[in-house]
T-cell receptor
Framework: EPEVTQTPSHQVTQMGQEVILRCVPI?????FYWYRQILGQKVEFLVS????????KSEIFDDQFSVERPDGSNFTLKIRSTKLEDSAMYFC???????????FGPGTRLTVT | RKEVEQDPGPFNVPEGATVAFNCTYS??????FFWYRQDCRKEPKLLMS???SGNEDGRFTAQLNRASQYISLLIRDSKLSDSATYLC??????????????FGQGTILTVHP
């Protein structure tokens, strides 16, 4: 069964550094999402991406964040200058169309020190 | 008011018990609803979609009441392996929504021998 994959599984970085989290969505899917979950809190929507552009973003997704689909298979989330409060699990998800259920990748645990 | 609200629990039940979780949503534009299961530090995994007519999958039954903006999940004959956090999620449809999910904070279930 096809699945969403994410790398790395755990990333440790220092405050102020840039990080890039990578996702490979399911191959024929068209809509892509990033969510985050701070430890002990709920899963929160960050951004959706369709047709090579951001289609919706939350208040969390400020100028420090960007997304890209550089090569038709990878979907990346970049945080330009990490803060301590960016420490969280980051989940990628994809769907074929908006009417379908979302499938999540295993997540990247980001620790900012 | 939170857009999707769940009783966080925890629910501690013996094997074989029946347990019910509730979820309310405040956005009347929400069109689709889902129950996800999340194990510790893992990704949300889709358990079932929730339909107005109610739906059942083995020991799991989900119900949606649009008039009361209320969703429920019933688990019968609980197994030890059902221990997890259960997430309620709502999705808007159409307009400027591109299928983002809004999650509740999750309900923790522990099934003991």
């Amino acid at each position: 069964e096809p699945e969403v994959t994410q790398t790395p599984s755990h990333q440790v970085t220092q405050m102020g550094q840039e990080v890039i989290l990578r996702c490979v969505p399911i191959s024929n899917h068209l809509y892509f999402y990033w969510y985050r979950q701070i430890l002990g809190q709920k899963v929160e929507f960050l951004v959706s991406f369709y047709n090579n552009e951001i289609s919706e973003k939350s208040e969390i997704f400020d100028d420090q964040f960007s997304v890209e689909r550089p090569d038709g298979s990878n979907f990346t989330l970049k945080i330009r200058s990490t803060k301590l409060e960016d420490s969280a699990m980051y989940f990628c998800a994809s769907i074929l169309t908006v009417g379908y259920e979302q499938y999540f990748g295993p997540g990247t645990r980001l620790t900012v020190t | 008011r939170k857009e999707v609200e769940q009783d966080p629990g925890p629910f501690n039940v013996p094997e074989g018990a029946t347990v019910a979780f509730n979820c309310t949503y405040s956005n009347s534009a929400s069109q689709s609803f889902f129950w996800y299961r999340q194990d510790c530090r893992k990704e949300p995994k889709l358990l079932m979609s929730v339909y107005s007519s109610g739906n059942e999958d083995g020991r799991f039954t989900a119900q949606l009441n649009r008039a009361s903006q209320y969703i429920s999940l019933l688990i019968r004959d609980s197994k030890l392996s059902d221990s997890a956090t259960y997430l309620c999620a709502a999705k808007n449809a159409g307009g400027t929504s591109y299928g983002k999910l809004t999650f509740g904070q999750g309900t923790i279930l522990t099934v003991h021998p």
